[in-house]
């Protein structure tokens, strides 16, 4: 009994560090939302042809590289981050702020990611159950200037999402069996 309450405690206590590392971001860079568009998120999104158009995104996400003649159109070899932009400024006809506030949000799930994977790691490395670890490393994640870079530049939606898939694909790694025998 005592064994359940300790884990179920753990749990609990491990929900409410995620939640405040998501809180905390939010926080932290609420005000970069109201920020306008700067360098290449002027080119690349806001004066973007193919996010301004009416035609099909099927037409527009997929074209030959050699016609893309000007710098004023997706890159085709990003799928995933042009469809989350044509989504982002169809929301707001063309405002930064969905395009921050989803870079916020990418950002607060890769400090979750962090901790998560931290905590992993020095459990295992360590034998150590203590979340502290995972909530410092998390919580300077967020706050470190080269990663709050990409949070409040609205192109760099790509590295946040690359960050995100690679601390998701090594936390499903180390988590899994295979890595443990």
């Not at 309450?5 to 995620?18: E, G, Q, T």
């Amino acid at each position: 009994m005592k064994s359940k309450f300790s884990s179920l405690k753990k749990n609990l206590n491990s929900i409410l560090a995620m939640v405040s590392i998501l809180t905390f971001g939010l926080v932290l860079f609420g005000p970069s939302w109201s920020n306008p568009f700067v360098f290449d998120d002027i080119i690349k999104i806001q004066e973007n042809s193919d996010l301004k158009t009416e035609v099909s995104i099927l037409k527009t996400l997929i074209y030959p590289y050699q016609k893309n003649t000007t710098h004023l159109r997706n890159d085709p070899s990003r799928p995933l981050v042009y469809i989350i932009y044509r989504l982002c400024f169809q929301a707001a006809n063309g405002q930064p702020w969905p395009f921050h506030l989803v870079n916020t949000i990418i950002h607060c799930l890769n400090a979750v990611l962090v901790f998560l994977f931290a905590g992993l790691l020095t459990g295992r490395l360590f034998l150590n159950s203590s979340l502290k670890p995972g909530t410092v490393s998390a919580f300077l994640f967020l706050v470190l200037p080269i990663n709050a870079n990409s949070v409040l530049y609205a192109y760099a939606l790509s590295e946040l999402l690359v960050t995100f898939f690679l601390l998701a694909a090594l936390y499903a790694y180390f988590k899994s069996e295979k890595f443990v025998s």
